[in-house]
């Protein structure tokens, strides 16, 4: 089963997922995608951990995130931003498309395993026309992917101030663009 949860910045996307992980199993993986940049950072993450609590596995994997040993697990992949932050930024010769292709086959095999996986994205071109020529690109990186990754979703939300909109229920065809 694939869940894919997206939404804006604290839209309640991790708090969702994490619920929804934790009805499905005593003992969820957490997979980390983030890399840890500054200290604010590295104790936003340390505060998430503990707000987990013990019963969560805790996995950090910042790029390839097929190669965690999850098969037969209940997994939280939080997120898919962070990690193609570090995809597009560790591979800046390569074209946008280049990168993309990338990241679908990673992801592609990921999903490949017996996992249940509970995916955590950001929508972040609801805003305006982003300023920078790097900040464009990534954008367009961002949605692709995020549409990808919809497509092959058994399930969909959205979440908005903390209230999940079910985009896709199990069943449901998708019409994304690039499936």
């Given at each position: 089963m694939l869940y894919f949860i997206t939404g804006g910045q604290r839209s309640g996307k991790s708090n969702y997922a994490q619920k929804l992980a934790l009805e499905k199993s005593f003992n969820p993986v957490y997979l980390a995608t983030a890399r840890i940049w500054d200290d604010d950072f590295r104790q936003r993450v340390e505060r998430h951990q503990r707000d987990r609590g013990p019963e969560w596995t805790n996995i950090e994997e910042p790029l390839n995130i097929s190669t965690c040993h999850v098969a037969g697990r209940v997994v939280v992949l939080d997120c898919i931003t962070l990690w193609l932050t570090n995809l597009f930024f560790d591979h800046q010769e390569k074209s946008v498309d280049e990168v993309l292709e990338m990241a679908k086959a990673?992801?592609?095999?990921?999903?490949?395993?017996?996992?249940?996986?509970?995916?955590?994205?950001?929508?972040i071109g609801l805003g305006g026309h982003a300023e920078s020529e790097v900040a464009r690109r990534f954008t367009d990186l961002q949605g692709w992917m995020n549409?990808?990754?919809?497509?092959?979703?058994?399930?969909?939300?959205?979440?908005?101030?903390?209230?999940?909109?079910?985009?896709?229920?199990?069943?449901?065809?998708?019409?994304?663009?690039?499936?």
């Open positions: 990673e992801f592609d095999k990921l999903i490949k395993k017996d996992v249940t996986l509970i995916v955590i994205s950001n929508e549409q990808h990754i919809a497509a092959r979703a058994d399930e969909a939300t959205l979440m908005v101030a903390g209230l999940p909109l079910k985009l896709k229920e199990p069943g449901a065809k998708s019409m994304a663009h690039g499936a």
